[in-house]
């Protein structure tokens, strides 16, 4: 009985559909036909194999919706060349996650600015993202306040619940800000805490001086090597 219930609980992968290579040429070529480099379509397909299983009429579809949204046709090749996965959507899901960003506060010229930058917002489902503004209201902020961090550091609409309820913890026990610096969440707990310890000991204020903690690698290893007191 054991063993039958452990292979029912195997989950079979499903092998990827591949195209005859006649079909997978012509797709390639009607990306770069788009504006992709050859360069950017074989790291794209290699990175998600999926996208070649899509029919050219499908994808060509998508991407003039995205450019009928309001992107650029530079900003479309950008957002796909770091998340392939996006032409295995469609335009209807791709337009729902926009309307309903607008939806929830932000205008157009907002939405188009912070997904360029943050592509994997395409990757959330509108279900996720509603949470993550709802959780963020909780915390006390405003609507008003969310729209602006989401705008000046959209990678946080990308991040899970759980991952910044875990920082707002943590920013909230250091009684260090983070509304006016949002992408202080970007952050992890781990690297905070670890260099929270290492400032404590040397005696730095890192309430009233909490820069150091979010230098980058290169300037806080020469910080971490200058000549604080041990």
């Known amino acids: 009985m054991k063993e039958k219930n452990a292979r029912q609980s195997v989950r ?74 996006i032409l295995g959507y469609t335009a209807e899901r791709t ?52 729209i602006t961090m989401a705008t000046q550091f959209p990678a946080i609409l990308t991040c899970a619940t759980e991952r910044t309820n875990t920082l707002i913890r943590w920013f909230t026990v250091n009684t260090i800000s983070f509304a006016e610096k949002p992408t202080r969440l970007g952050w992890s707990v781990a690297t905070l805490e670890e260099r929270r310890k290492i400032l404590e000991r040397r005696g730095h204020d890192y309430i009233a001086k909490p820069g150091p903690l979010f230098y980058g690698k290169t300037q806080w290893e020469r910080f971490a090597r200058s000549a604080i007191p041990a």
Do not use: W
């Open 95 to 146: 337009n729902s996650l926009l309307s309903n960003l607008e939806g929830y506060g932000f205008s157009k010229e907002q939405v188009v600015k912070m997904v360029a930058r943050a592509p994997g917002i395409f990757c959330r489902t509108a279900e996720r993202t509603n949470s993550l503004f709802s959780n963020l209201e909780g915390h006390d902020f405003l609507k008003e306040q969310v």
């Open 12 to 85: 079979v992968k499903r092998p990827i559909y591949t195209p005859p290579q006649e079909t997978r040429d012509f797709r390639i070529r009607n990306l770069e036909t788009y504006g992709f480099s050859k360069e950017q379509v074989v790291k794209m397909a290699a990175r998600h194999p999926a996208i070649l299983g899509c029919t050219a009429e499908r994808t060509n579809s998508l991407l003039s919706n995205l450019e009928g949204y309001g992107f650029s046709k530079e900003q479309v090749v950008k957002m796909v060349a770091r998340h392939p996965v």
